[in-house]
């Protein structure tokens, strides 16, 4: 199902403003979920490669997503359209955490906040292991990838060291 | 060299740098714009950086912050346009390159095979913020709950969020 430039557009501008605590897992439940534009595995195909890419990841993936649809126009909309929106509202936040961030409430609600956005990517992760059904050797490389990255090797290293074995694995996956 | 000249520069170089991310660039940002530049102190990039995060967006907007901080809305455009353009670019490229490549045989295997760490990265971020968020037994509760949620059901995480910050308000 291919969307309009229009939805698309607009499905960006929601992401943007949604996307608490990073921006992937709210892409992940409008584009797969929701609105079914892509697969669980077409998602997670077009998040593999914006991960290896320099920039942010959001902004490669909505590239990726662009393009696939509506080409070089789809890429400047679904670009534009998830930055567009969160940009203006952070000046306004800007200015009222200036006025108002060191007051107790505000600090509680955050703290609630962040708290939950905590969650919300780890079922996130949960959630996408358990539809894309990985055989043992793709699920090693996962945990190796999680691993690598809670013992804080930097990241260019994690994706570069684990990228071969992630092929051998997917090349001998679909071998079989 | 023009302050907004230098801005731009400073971000775009950090653009091809950032795989993974704001997080992934973080310190090299921090080098940058601190020690290099002296732009800002230590207390102030550090409560920009944290700002950005609360703030729904691509946390990348933590350079728009800080452009914004450095040099008003002038130094917005120049951070954001010289953190975005060249990763866009190149993302431009790849796109369209796998797109039209989508049906070749030795493609497959990279694209699945990078599935994994994509999925094991965002799990390693989950357990970070879990570990940053988690400050008492209210809010690992609000973790789990809102784990269980978004991973159970199908309904929009907007709910625990505006949940999370509820029970923020009323108990911590």
Not at chain 1, 37 to 53: D, F, K, P, R
Not at chain 2, 39 to 51: I, K, P, V, Y
Not at chain 2, 66 to 71: D, K, L, N, R, V
């Amino acid at each position: 199902m291919t969307p309009s430039l229009g939805a698309l557009g607009l499905a960006y501008l929601r992401i943007g403003l949604t996307g608490f605590g990073g921006v992937n897992a709210w892409a992940r439940q409008l584009l797969v979920e929701e609105k079914g534009w892509l697969t669980e595995q077409e998602y997670a195909e077009t998040l593999g490669i914006a991960q290896v890419l320099p920039g942010p990841n959001a902004l490669n993936c909505a590239i990726g997503v662009g393009v696939r649809f509506h080409g070089a126009a789809g890429a400047m909309v679904c670009g534009v359209a998830l930055f567009g929106g969160p940009m203006a509202l952070l000046m306004g936040i800007a200015a009222l955490y200036d006025a108002y961030g060191e007051l107790p409430l505000v600090r509680a609600v955050l703290t609630g906040i962040a708290a939950a956005a905590a969650g919300m990517v780890l079922g996130t992760a949960a959630k996408m292991t358990g539809k894309l059904r990985p055989s043992l050797p793709l699920l090693l490389v996962g945990l190796g990838a999680l691993g690598m990255a809670l013992a804080r090797v930097p990241l260019p290293a994690v994706v570069l060291g684990l990228a071969p074995f992630g092929l051998l694995a997917a090349w001998w996956g679909m071998r079989r | 060299m023009s302050l907004l000249l230098q801005i731009l520069l400073a971000f775009g170089t950090l653009s091809l740098l950032a795989i993974g991310g704001a997080n992934a660039v973080l310190p090299e940002m921090h080098r940058l714009l601190v020690e290099v530049h002296g732009w800002m102190d230590d207390a102030t990039f550090s409560q920009l950086f944290a700002l950005a995060q609360a703030a729904p967006g691509p946390n990348i907007l933590a350079a728009s912050v800080m452009g914004w901080h450095i040099a008003g809305p002038a130094g917005l455009a120049a951070a954001t346009i010289g953190m975005l353009l060249p990763a866009a670019l190149l993302a431009w490229a790849v796109a369209g390159l796998t797109h039209r490549l989508s049906g070749a045989a030795w493609l497959k295997p990279a694209q699945f095979g990078l599935v994994p760490v994509a999925v094991g990265l965002i799990a390693a971020s989950g357990v970070i913020m879990a570990g940053a968020a988690g400050t008492g037994w209210l809010s690992w509760a609000i973790i789990g709950v809102s784990t269980l949620f978004v991973w159970r059901t199908s309904l929009s995480p907007l709910w625990v969020l505006a949940g999370g910050g509820a029970l923020g308000l009323l108990l911590l």
